[in-house]
Structure formats: C-alpha cells, structure tokens
C-alpha cells in the first residue's frame, strides 16, 4: 500500500494568451481544492467523499465550466452533466441537463445511492434531486458575464465544428472575433480562446488502495441543447475500478469515441502496464487525432496524468509530500 | 472472410417453459430480421446500413422492447433510446429520452452524421429529430396493452424491475405466468461486418419497466451497450447498471488488442466476468466469426455468415 494520492483537474486545452492573472487565479484554487482534498483524506476520508468534496468545490467557483461558471448551450441556457464511481465495487452514478441543481457530483452520487439506476437527465434527474432534497438555484445563478461573452465569440467563430477529425476550412478567413484571430488554436472547431473546456475533475486512492473518480461540466460552449458529452458516461470522462482511478477533459466526442477513462484501466489491466505508462499509452494511442487529458490515480498510491493539448489546469498530491500545481507541460 | 450478421432481441430469465405462442412470433419476427439482414449484406450494402436496416425493422415490431413495444416509465410514459457506431472510423452517435421518434437508431444515425456531437438527449434530441424531418408519431403509438398490464404489475410489486425480464415476485410466478410469457422481450441488437471487412454495430431499446424518468442504462452509453472497432462490433443487452460498470460491449474488444484473445474468447470472458444473470451479446470480426454469448437463462438471438451457417435461438444449444 502506497498511501494516499490525489489530483484535480480543470480541463485540457489552455489558451497560451489566457492573462498571467487569470492563470493565477486558476493555480490559487487548485492549491485550495487540492489542500481541501489532502486534509480530507488526512483525516480518513474514503476516496469516494473525497472526490464529491473537492468536485463540489470546484463546482461552486465560477472560475472553471462547472456548476456556477458553467458554458452555455446555443439558447444561451445552462445545461450540466456529472458522473462519480467507486472504484471497489465500480458503483456509479450518472446526472445530465442539469439546470437548477447547485452541485451536479453529489446528485450524481445520489443516483448511485439512492436510485436503482445509475444515470439520470433532464427532467426526470431534475425531480429526482427536488425528491432528495438537494440544494436547489434559478439557472442565472450558473450564466456568468464572462460566459455569455464567450458564447457571443463562438457564435460569431461559426460555431462548433461538424467532425474535429476533419480540417475545417475557412474559419480563419471568417469574421470571427478579435480573440478568435489572435489565436489559430483549435479545439472542437472553436478557437481555443473561446474554448473554454474547463471541465474538472478529481481522482482518488485513500489509504485503504480504494480508489475513486468524479468529473463535472458544463459541457461544450455554444453546444446544441439536449448534448451530451463524454463527462457523465462511465468508461468516457470517469471511470474507476479496483486498479485506478480516472477523469478525462477535453474534446468530449474523441473521449467518447476512445473510451479513454476505461482505456487507462484496461491496458493496467489486460497489458500489465503501471499507472504512467498506462496513462501515456491512452493519450498517445487512443485519442485518434482528438485533444485531450486525463489524470489518474492507482491502488498502490500512484499519481499520474497525461494530456495532448497545449496545457492542462491540474493538481497534483501524494502522502509521501509531493505536490504541483501546473497548467502547462 | 465474408459477411457475417447477429442480431438479438434481448437476454433475460426467459422461462424454458415459455409458451409457443409467445415463442414463436418472437421467433419468426427474429428470422424475418435476419433475412432482411442477409439479403442486405448480401446485395453489397455497407455494414452501417445492414445494422440500421435491421433494428429499424427491430424496433417496428411490437413484441420487442423498442421502438412500438417500448417498456413504460413509471410515468406510464415510453422514453426510447438507441445508440450507432461504424467499426472501422469509430464514428458513433446516440440518443435517449425519444417520446416520438419511430426509429430511434435512424436518429442516432442522424446525429452521428448531421451534428458536430456524438449523442443527444431529451428535449433537445426531438427538437433535432423535427429540424431532420425523420418520421414521428403520437407517444402513444409505442405503447402496448402489454405494457401497460407489465407497468400495473410491476408498480403493485412496488419494486423497480431492475432485470424486467425476470417475474416480478418469485412466490407468485404461477399466477402471473401469462404475464411473465409476455415480458420476456428486450433491448434489440444487431452486429454485421459487410464483404469488405466493415464492421457495424446498433442498440435500441424501450429500457425498463417503470423505470424513472429520465433513466438512462448501457444502451446508447458507447463501450457499454454499443462498441464497434476495426477488431470487433457488439451488442449488449440485460442488466444495464451492470453493463455500464463492466463497459461490456468495449472489453470485448479490449480483450482482443491488449491480449490477442480472440473474438469468441473475448467475448466469453467478458460475459463470465459479470455478474450471473446480467448480460448477453451478439458479436462479429472482420473475418466474418459471430458469437453470441450470455450469463441470463437466454437470449433472443439470431445470425447468419456468408458460409452457410444459421442460427436461431433463445436458450443455450443444449436446451434448444
């Protein structure tokens, strides 16, 4: 038994010209969450409590797109989806379209405790979490200035790309945004300036080896509504067993397409690979031209985390007193 | 190498002692799909096209639980989800929350091609479903009397049917037999790989009785219900909180090209790893192998491969 390790995450794919204090900023609050995280887990916490913790967290800061700071459909809503699993027994628990519930994660674990099911949306996760008594807020209370400013930039980028594996042609020459044509970054079609992926994340392992995982987002800018991502689907965005430990961010359809939460712990598994080169496998093998990243944990105490874009908001922390918090490589 | 097609219509505890006349139109509906399947592949159509074709006729068959015959929500209401995905460019689409879309799987074709997403839910799937101009219908039309009298039952059990194939109370199985002959249907699959070495794969299903509204199982989850590759395509049917723990449909394949194993055996581990009671499958490779494995009493299947071999079943081979 390695102790305990954690990470968080606060999407792949960082603008370069993002300013030095919005950076800051970023790297302040994963310092908190982590630091909420590791007094968490010094204090015996299961892996499972101290991932809805943080996430929760993380959730209730504007600054990353989940919870409040959430990005917004085309209609200018907001739509949220969340997804929690327990690596021992690979409980899990799955929310989407989410707009009232403060705190998708803990509705999300709800799911997985209180429902027979494991994946709610929409309507029927709605009166679900009004039944559980979760804390509920209007959905203005998620729309920050910022993101419908961003919204406003990615409809004037023309929108969302068709397929990212195919080149788009033109948008360069399009009357996208000043922003926009700083920047020829691209992530899902949209100039990485109004990307804003931003999903977060945290995985797990305690000091029992008990890992676990939870990833929470607004989903895609400018996306259509009823869109689902790759951040509630077990084995896309999330995904823990009795090995590892993930929560993946980026392009959700090439997370989908990859299934690169179950990836990591399929090739520790089936290929005997350790937890970093499981990690550097997926991203390297398994993204098929998408940009992504992920982090991870292990059972024997390991912490690691790979990504192909240009920077990751991420946290990193082990009991054996390691601890960074990075945004880029 | 050749074309090679598997289709199913659900796993469960299906009684041996299922009456014929439940039996048989189960049966006959399973090879007139599969034939419309054989003949697709057999005058050149592409894998993506067999698999569509095929649970599109699937779904418009009452006595399967998709499409018309969906199983009900607790609401009473029919909330249908289906889920596509082409082997060889991994391209995928899905959706769930469908109240009046008649084919599901058609829809989810749709989003793979027509969207910059992958898969759409809910509101926002009808509203994209009316934009496309697919075929809708009144909700109503997907409901059954069977269905209705399965929801009555399940909801006087006061008991989600997690395995709704299964008889709602053990201890009153003799006096709701009729009724159990009646609820042995399920999720509708089908895998096909075409002469060139295509491989597709499509699910579609009603979900479960009373299940909540807004429910969401393994079906259009990619990896769990729905997994095609350059190595495999699979369907899975059963349980589906324990499908998508296991990510059954993409273990097969993950099996396959991290241990070598090959089509059958990937799939038979898969299947025994879960839990009993849980899961089946229908499968295909390039090379046109098919298997169909699973861990409940049976499955409604049915596959066919260019080189003669036909199948149609619903228990293991030894009880057939």
Redesign the interface.
């Known amino acids: 038994m390695g102790g305990w390790a954690i990470a968080v995450h606060g999407g792949a794919g960082v603008d370069p010209n993002l300013p030095t204090e919005r950076q800051e900023e970023a790297k302040r609050l994963l310092t908190h969450c982590l630091n909420l995280g590791i007094s968490a887990l010094r204090s015996n916490l299961s892996a499972i409590d101290v991932v809805e913790l943080v996430v929760r967290e993380l959730e209730t800061d504007p600054l990353f797109n989940s919870g409040r700071g959430s990005a917004l459909t085309e209609k200018g809503t907001v739509e949220m989806e969340a997804s929690i699993?327990d690596g021992p027994k690979?409980?899990?628990g799955?929310v989407?379209?989410i707009t009232t519930v403060k705190n998708p994660i803990s509705l999300a674990r709800l799911v997985m405790e209180k429902?027979?099911?494991?994946?709610?949306?929409?309507?029927?996760?709605?009166?679900?979490a009004r039944n559980q008594g979760v804390e509920l807020v209007d959905n203005d209370y998620f729309i920050t200035e910022d993101n419908v400013g961003m919204l406003k930039l990615a409809k004037e980028a023309n929108?969302?790309?068709?397929?990212y594996r195919i080149p788009i042609v033109g948008l360069e020459t399009c009357s996208a945004g000043a922003a926009a044509t700083e920047s020829l970054l691209q992530m899902?079609?949209l100039p990485i300036s109004v990307y804003t992926p931003e999903t977060v994340g945290c995985v797990v392992v305690d000091k029992e080896g008990r890992c676990a995982a939870a990833t929470s987002t607004g989903g895609?800018m400018n996306?259509?509504?009823?869109?689902?991502?790759d951040s509630p689907?077990?084995?896309?965005g999330t995904?823990a067993c009795d090995l590892c430990g993930v929560s993946c961010t980026g392009e959700?359809?090439a997370i989908?397409?990859g299934?690169l939460a179950?990836?990591v712990g399929?090739?520790m598994e089936?290929?005997g690979l350790g937890l970093q080169e499981a990690v550097d496998y997926v991203v390297r093998e398994r993204l098929?031209e998408g940009k992504a990243g992920l982090i991870a944990v292990s059972n024997n105490g390991e912490v690691a985390c790979g990504f192909n874009t240009n920077g990751m908001f991420r946290g990193i922390a082990s009991e054996n007193g390691f601890m960074e918090v990075a945004i880029w490589e | 190498m050749g074309w090679a097609v598997a289709l199913h219509g659900g796993a469960g505890d299906i009684p041996l002692s299922l009456p014929p006349e439940r039996r048989l139109p189960r049966e006959d509906a399973l090879r007139h799909c599969l034939n419309i399947g054989v003949n697709a592949l057999k005058s050149q159509q592409h894998a993506l096209d067999v698999v569509e074709l095929v649970v599109r006729e699937l779904e418009n068959h009452p006595n399967f639980n998709a499409g018309r015959g969906s199983v009900l929500t607790s609401s009473g209401t029919v909330e249908m989800e289906a889920c596509i995905m082409d082997g060889n460019t991994k391209r995928c689409g899905a959706v769930s929350g469908l109240t009046t879309v008649v084919n599901p799987i058609s829809l989810a074709r749709l989003v793979m091609e027509k969207t910059p997403h992958i898969y759409l839910a809910f509101d926002g799937a009808e509203a994209f479903a009316r934009e496309q101009g697919v075929d809708t219908v009144d909700s109503s039309h997907f409901i059954t009397p069977e269905n209705i009298e399965r929801l009555k039952q399940a909801k006087e059990a006061n008991s989600v049917q997690i395995d709704y194939t299964q008889p709602i109370q053990r201890e009153v199985k003799v006096e709701t037999h009729a009724a159990d002959g009646d609820s042995q249907i399920g999720t509708v699959g089908c895998v096909a790989v075409d002469n060139h070495g295509n491989l597709a794969t499509a699910t579609s299903t009603g979900g479960l009785v009373n299940k909540m509204v807004g429910r969401i199982g393994d079906t259009p989850v990619i990896g769990a219900g729905t997994y095609a590759n350059n190595l495999c395509a699979v369907s899975a049917t059963g349980k589906g909180e324990a499908i998508i723990r296991c990510t059954v449909a993409r273990d097969v394949a993950a099996l396959m090209e991290f241990k070598g194993l090959s089509l059958e055996v990937a799939a038979a581990s898969v299947v025994e790893s879960a839990p009993i009671g849980t899961v089946g499958l229908v499968a295909v490779s390039p090379s046109g192998e098919v298997t169909m494995p699973f861990n409940t009493t049976g499955m409604f299947r049915a596959c066919a491969t260019e080189d003669g071999y036909s199948e149609i079943g619903i228990w293991s081979s030894r009880q057939n």
Request: aromatic share 12%.
């Open positions: 699993m690979r409980r899990c799955a989407s379209g429902s027979p099911h494991s994946y709610l949306a929409f309507a029927g996760a709605e009166e679900f929108s969302i790309l068709f397929d899902n079609g895609l996306k259509m509504t009823g869109r689902i991502g689907l077990i084995g896309a995904y959700g359809e989908i397409r299934t179950r990836e399929a090739v089936y290929k098929d």
